[in-house]
Nanobody, 126 residues
Framework: QVQVKESGGGLVQAGGSLRLSCNVSGLTFEDYAMAWFRRAPGKEREGVSC????????SYANSVKGRFTISRDFTKNTLHLQMNGLTPEDTAMYYC???????????????????WGQGTQVTVSS
């Protein structure tokens, strides 16, 4: 059974850092592109970052570029999102997603992702 579980969210002051983790089981991790999405109250779900199945390609939303770093650990079947320089605009529920139909790239479009976690809340205070 496929399981996707996010962790690492919490409350942090503006300018601080958090590292989100996404532990995946029940699938062959290296066959899946992975992505982080977020949804803030009153806003549409936003693609934050993605990473290709072979770890050769990454993409970031303009709003987080230069502050966030996505990575994957193949030995632990875990996806990470290092978030630095957090601002209140980063406050949202963050979701991890996986898809195996993508090849040598990834997309930050939620429609292509099959498996989703329940989310972890990130709150940034000013």
């Amino acid at each position: 059974q496929v399981q996707v579980k996010e962790s690492g969210g919490g409350l942090v002051q503006a300018g601080g850092s958090l590292r989100l983790s996404c532990n995946v089981s029940g699938l062959t991790f290296e066959d899946y592109a992975m992505a982080w999405f977020r949804r803030a109250p009153g806003k549409e779900r936003e693609g934050v970052s993605c990473i290709s199945r072979n770890d050769d390609y990454t993409s970031y939303a303009n709003s987080v570029k230069g502050r966030f770093t996505i990575s994957r650990d193949f030995t632990k079947n875990t996806l990470h999102l290092q978030m630095n320089g957090l601002t209140p605009e980063d406050t949202a529920m963050y979701y991890c997603a996986a898809d195996r139909t993508l090849g040598d790239y990834c997309l930050t479009s939620s429609a292509v992702y099959l498996y989703w976690g329940q989310g972890t809340q990130v709150t940034v205070s000013s």
